[in-house]
């Protein structure tokens, strides 16, 4: 009986992780069937591209949405700082160092990044993680959609 309760907890935070709805998955498909191969090693620092050609300037993100869009991060992060969970900390992401939350054992592939998370960076890496630093511990699929990108970053930047 604990392994079954153990298998449903690990696919509730799976479940959790691959986010999105129905709809959102299909776009996601369809988007990853038409782009470009991911590269081999993670993206250049200064490399901001996005698969589907967006950039954060075109849009406006919103705080209190992107607390909703939240949720579904809360099952691996917080913003408190100093407290990691599945996954690290996202208290100050902005400006941060890659791979740098002190207490949490990071892929080689984070640790190794190179690059500072600007808004611009976290945009990128919140479409598709594993495109931007591959073999990152990171299960999540991605955020297909640059609205709610847009807002989740606004949350991370003030989330109080």
Known sequence: MKAIAGLLALSAVLAACSG???GETETS????ASAPTAPAGPLAATDISTLDGTILANFTGNAANGKQAFAQCRTCHVTDAGVNKIGPSLNNIIGRTAGTVPGYTYSAANAGAGFVWTKEKLFQFLEKPQRVIPQTKMIYAGLPDPQKRADLIAY???PY
Do not use: D
């Open 156 to 158: 991370l930047e003030k």
């Open 29 to 32: 498909t369809q988007a990853e």
């Open 20 to 22: 999105g709805s129905e």
